[in-house]
């Protein structure tokens, strides 16, 4: 049974998430699409003083007070260098981000994908997306071979990136076999892309610190991920 965490908002008790989070592995990161943002956007790195809009990207992105959180979850963190938090700008403003982090949980060859969002005005131009490809090119650069990201079962939306960008999902839990087939359920498969989630659904549990050593057992084959990538409306 799927364990549910709650907070408190104001009077008001209300689900935020269900346990363990669900996770997404990319096999390789020596395929990455390039990057084609809209016209008036441009892609940078962190600078000093970036603090304020990244709070306010990740505040709007989910639905979080994270005013004054940058340095304690980013910037006074281990795995931080400028170079890893991205940004998309428009009109010199940063507008998405996405971070190219690493969590030694997951082994020394797995970057870990983290912190992807986007302001609401700016949202439906893929920004999230471009924003997490030029992490993943950071994580390639640094000689990383392989992402991994945690993503909730309610961000029907960020997963459909995810899988387009060419994750797939990667079972650590057995109650994740029912969430996932929730989830699946809920995006627009065709046939093709029902039977590849079903060859999935079989796999065993992986434990995540053992990514690094079962690449090939756990990604799905380069047909599979094609099909769901597809050009259909659940990877749009």
Sequence with gaps: MALFLTELRGCTL??????PQLVMFRNNLADLPAIKLPDGYRLR???????PAWEAIISASFEEKAAGTFQRRIGSQVAFR????????FRGLPVATATAW???????????????????????RHLGMWAS???????AAEGFSSAVLQTDDFRHAAIRVYLKLGFTPLLVHENQRQRWRT????????????????????QPIRAVAELHRHRSAVAWTNKEVEA??????WCD
């Design 14 to 19: 209300v689900a935020s998430r269900l346990e």
């Design 45 to 51: 790195h962190f600078q000093p003083g970036d603090e």
């Design 82 to 89: 400028a170079e890893r938090v991205k940004f998309v700008t």
């Design 102 to 124: 690493h969590e030694a949980q997951y082994g020394p060859t797995v970057g870990y994908l983290h912190m992807v969002g986007t302001l609401p005005d700016h949202r439906g």
């Design 133 to 139: 490809v030029a992490a993943l090119q950071q994580h």
């Design 183 to 202: 989830v699946l359920g809920s995006l627009e498969l065709s046939a093709e892309q029902r039977g590849a989630a079903e060859r999935w659904l079989a």
């Design 228 to 233: 769901c990538r597809g050009d259909n409306e």
